[in-house]
């Protein structure tokens, strides 16, 4: 069973965020609650603990690994040759829901772009991803916190059910406020592509498409 650290969905203790932050730098790997789900976080720059990911989720190594990130510029830091579509969708609908694939910056481990030359961005509104990563000052792993194949889990309990044991953490802040992932649209595609239709509808990113 892994350890379960409670926290406050919209006002998340420092001290507590601050413990979990540092086992997060040192490549500890925690399932935390999002705006949608319940994702697998861990520093993207630590290849054992992305290794572990993969592992423990039993997922395919060719798929990478989507990023949290906690503002514009973090994104901006961990990509290239950004399109002007990227910063249009951003100002509309970050933070939120909407993951968008851009092409990756040189320093992102291989193990997390599967080699694609892409990495899978978002801006959560979620405050407990916000804190962990504003302390640890760094970006976070953001694959759903679930077996590859298995049901999304949007609760602590799910989770323990599914990955309790190889976790190094359980950061319980409640049910998630979505069941469903968040949309996942590829724009080193052109026209951009949705790849995963989820939270934010396909009907309304295509005014944004068409243009």
Known sequence: MADWIPLHPEHPEPEPVAQIARRLQAGGVFAIPTDTIYGLSANPL?????????????????K??????????????????LPPLFLTLAQVFWP???????????????????????????????????????AA???????????????????????????GGQLDGIVAGGPSPARRSSTLLDLT?????????GVIARAVLAPYLAS
């Open 46 to 62: 630590h290849v054992p603990a992305v290794e572990r990911i993969y592992e423990m989720k039993g997922r395919n190594a060719a």
């Open 64 to 81: 990478a690994l989507p990023l949290l990130v906690p503002s514009l510029d973090w994104a901006r830091e961990l990509s290239r040759d």
């Open 96 to 134: 939120g829901p909407l993951t968008l694939i851009v092409k990756a910056a040189p320093e992102l481990p291989r193990e997390v772009t599967a080699g694609s030359g892409s990495v899978a961005l978002r801006w959560p509104r979620a405050p407990i991803a916000l804190a962990l990563m504003q």
């Open 137 to 163: 000052g760094m970006p976070l792993t953001a694959t759903s916190a679930n077996r590859s194949g298995w049901p999304e889990c949007g609760t602590p309990e799910e989770v323990e059910h599914q990955l």
């Open 189 to 197: 595609r052109h026209p951009a592509v949705v790849v995963r239709e």
